[in-house]
Every structure is written in structure tokens, then in C-alpha cells.
């Protein structure tokens, strides 16, 4: 990662702002028959799994976006708990992109209503080991071990 941001900062002046996208998700857990499970999405244009998490609108507030993308990516109306690690990646068109990441729990305790559409076809509900192996990301993976870290 450190490589590819010295190749997006070498190619601009050095009085060039470097262009940052901002985002952000969340990590959702919920506890099933004893056992804590985490949301992961699967995204068909970049055929990976991840966490749910999306880039913010005009006016929105971070906590807004991550809330308002967890329940679009995934049907879950969740709280925000704990702000866990952010991350810094550069995306497809060379620019910054930051993901500030909330653990978060489902709100209302009622079933998530994910319903499949062209950003995520595909919702499930792992254990913390299965993300691990699922998830396409080392950043995603770190963020799974922060929460299973808190209580």
C-alpha cells in the first residue's frame, strides 16, 4: 500500500493536493445461539467480499454514511458502538481513499431485510474465523480481530 501512495503523490506537483474520497462502514456483529457473527457483503463488480461501507453524500456526517451504507449494503438498521481503526487505500482512479469503520449492532433486533441489487448481490453472516477466510482484504480482516477484541 505505502508503494502505491509513493506512485500517486510521485506523479503530482509538489504543491498538488493529494484528492481524498471519503467513506465509511461498519463492522456489524450480532450474537446467534451463543456465537458472535460479523455481516460481509459480497460485491459483484470487483467479485470480492468485504465490509459494508460506502462513500459519503453532501452533508452527511461519517456516522451518517457508515449507518446509512450498513443498512442499504446489508437491510440491517444498526447503532453505532465503538469507532474502530480507519484506513487509507489508494482506489481505482488514483485518488486517496479514507473508511473511518463503527463496530455497530442491529438497533431494532428484527431481521435484516437484505434484498440483492447491482453494488452487493450477496449478504452472509459469518463467525469471526470464516471472515477471516472469506474476506478478500487484509484490512478487513484486521478490522474483524479489533472487534473481537471488545467486549
Not at 26 to 47: C, F, M, Q
Not at 66 to 95: I, M, N
Request: proline share 7%; with cysteine; aromatic share 6%.
Amino acid at each position: 500500500m505505502a508503494l502505491k501512495l509513493w506512485r500517486l503523490r510521485s506523479r503530482l506537483r509538489p504543491d498538488d493536493p493529494v484528492p481524498v474520497v471519503r467513506a465509511a462502514g461498519g463492522v456489524v456483529r450480532r450474537t446467534k445461539n451463543g456465537s458472535t457473527e460479523y455481516a460481509l457483503v459480497h460485491r459483484p463488480r470487483y467479485d470480492d467480499w468485504s465490509l459494508p461501507k460506502g462513500k459519503l453524500d453532501p452533508g452527511e456526517t461519517d456516522e451518517e454514511t457508515a449507518q446509512r451504507e450498513v443498512e442499504e449494503e446489508t437491510g440491517v438498521r444498526a447503532e453505532l458502538l465503538d469507532e474502530l481503526s480507519s484506513t487509507r487505500y489508494p482506489d481505482r482512479k488514483g485518488r486517496v481513499k479514507q473508511v473511518r469503520y463503527w463496530l455497530m449492532e442491529p438497533a431494532d433486533g428484527k431481521a435484516p431485510k437484505f434484498r440483492p441489487n447491482h453494488e452487493i448481490d450477496e449478504m452472509r453472516w459469518c463467525s469471526a474465523a470464516d471472515a477471516g477466510k472469506l474476506l478478500d482484504h487484509e484490512h478487513d480482516r484486521k478490522l474483524i480481530a479489533e472487534a473481537e477484541a471488545l467486549p
